[in-house]
Every structure is written in structure tokens, then in C-alpha cells.
């Protein structure tokens, strides 16, 4: 077992008992590899969203560690993946395999699912708060080099299998707001964020087809000489009722969607 055995015959060996063990074999292994994440160990995305769709209703934290690119830029990314190594063992540290189902879900994002849904929801975002603190107050030390991770941390409670959709939406929310944790909640109006998100992606969209951006030149004036010696380039999208929108209702949507070189252009 310690060297990875996991079928065996007997002799006088029957070959067609052999092929069949073999073949069970293989398919185990296929399994394992289609489950479970080959560098921290742990069930992987797949064996999430298999464990989610056989639960009715679940209570998650989505775990993402902040800016992860940049320590695979600045410190290498075998460097990295020792990282996310000892940051998966400080997880079932935290998270006892007895309370919690602990996932890697991408590159630098983790899942944590209470094993018992009706757990207290603040009980749980104290544990998610006392890790999410060792990890900022820890460096993780790599060869002769100290790392420093920050973490941000989403929490929903869910029935139908939206605990995973809950807690990606509040995450991102919780980056925007610059919180460490937060908990979704329908008060929060994410849903509406999104939508309006959607809106002026479409809204973009149409008014570089239609030609609806228009560039402005504001003249910057020297105050001795009163006379203009240069001027400020702006950019305003006017809608077809003839409304001048600033692009402060357009710009950081226009660059998430990767349409903001075309508006400059």
C-alpha cells in the first residue's frame, strides 16, 4: 500500500483475471486524477462540483490568495507552487478533515464546505477570520526567501447548489470593498452590480458601432500669461437622447471587458 499498490492476483496467475484487475486499476487511477489536485493533494474543482450537486444545501467559503501572479512573477513559479503547498497544509490545520471538505479550486483559490449546513454562519466566519490573520501575520518561508500572502475571504449559506455561485460574487465583492470577509447577503445588491456591469458592456459596445464616444479639449490656461499652452484630452459617451455621460460610469468597465483600447483608438 505505502508504494502504491492497489491490486494484486495470486498464482498461479489466470491472465483474463489479470487483464480485469489491470483494467480496474487503471480506471481508479484515472479517477483519482480526474478528482483530486496533483500538487496540494486535495479534491480539486471537479470533486467540488460533484460534492455540491449530491447536497441539496451547503455552508462554503471561497479562500482566494490576493495578487497570487505576482509572487509567481517576482519569486518563480516553482517557488509558488511551494507556496500553495505549505499554504494547503496551514488549511487542514484550520479546517479539521472532521468539520470541513477542503478543495483547490484554481491556481490560487481554495473551498472550504461545512460538513454540517447548519453551522452557525458567524462561528464559521470567526474561523475564516482566525486563519485568514495567521496567514497575513506568517510569512511563508521558501528556501532563503519569506513570502507574505493576504487573503480575501467569501462566506454564503445555500440551498440548490448556489453556495459556490454566492460565495465567487461576494469575494469579488469583498476585493471591490476592500474587505478581508465578508458574508453574502441579498441587502448587499450584488445581483444589481452585475446587471448594471451587463449593461454598460452592451452599452459600450453599441457606442463604438454607432460612434457615440467623443473626444473633448479642455484648455489649460497659464495664469501669468492667460494664454493656453496646452490641452487636457477627454473622453465622454454620449447616449442617443444626447446625455453626456462621464467616463467614470463606463471607463473600469470598458477595461475589465477589454474594450477600453478601442475607445481610446
Given at each position: 500500500i505505502d508504494i502504491g499498490v492497489d491490486k494484486y492476483v495470486l498464482k498461479p496467475i489466470d491472465m483474463k483475471k489479470l487483464l480485469q484487475i489491470m483494467s480496474q486499476s487503471l480506471l481508479y487511477h484515472e479517477l483519482k486524477d480526474l478528482y483530486i489536485d496533483k500538487l496540494t493533494h486535495l479534491p480539486n474543482r471537479n470533486r467540488m462540483k460533484k460534492d455540491l450537486m449530491d447536497s441539496s444545501k451547503d455552508l462554503m467559503a471561497l479562500i482566494n490568495i490576493d495578487k497570487f501572479s505576482t509572487i509567481n512573477d517576482l519569486f518563480g513559479e516553482s517557488n509558488g507552487d511551494k507556496?500553495?503547498?505549505?499554504?494547503?497544509i496551514?488549511?487542514?490545520e484550520y479546517f479539521k478533515k472532521d468539520e470541513y471538505k477542503l478543495y483547490r479550486i484554481e491556481a490560487d483559490k481554495f473551498g472550504v464546505i461545512a460538513r454540517n449546513y447548519d453551522k452557525d454562519i458567524n462561528e464559521f466566519q470567526?474561523?475564516?477570520e482566525e486563519f485568514a490573520n495567521y496567514i497575513e501575520k506568517n510569512a511563508f518561508k521558501v528556501d532563503e526567501h519569506e513570502i507574505d500572502l493576504n487573503v480575501t475571504i467569501g462566506i454564503a449559506r445555500a440551498e440548490n447548489n448556489l453556495a459556490y455561485k454566492y460565495t465567487q460574487r461576494v469575494m469579488n465583492y469583498a476585493r471591490k470593498k476592500f474587505e478581508q470577509i465578508m458574508i453574502y447577503d441579498d441587502?448587499?445588491?450584488i445581483q444589481e452590480s452585475f446587471e448594471e456591469n451587463m449593461k454598460w458592456v452592451k452599452e459600450v459596445k453599441h457606442g463604438l458601432k454607432e460612434g457615440l464616444f467623443v473626444g473633448y479639449f479642455q484648455p489649460i490656461v497659464d495664469t501669468k500669461t492667460q494664454e493656453i499652452y496646452k490641452y487636457e484630452a477627454l473622453i465622454r459617451y454620449i447616449d442617443e437622447k444626447g446625455e453626456v455621460?462621464?467616463?467614470i460610469k463606463f471607463l473600469d468597465i470598458a477595461k475589465k471587458a477589454k474594450l477600453y483600447t478601442n475607445i481610446i483608438d
Open positions: 507556496v500553495l503547498e505549505a499554504f494547503s496551514q488549511l487542514k470567526v474561523r475564516c441587502s448587499l445588491n455621460i462621464a467616463p
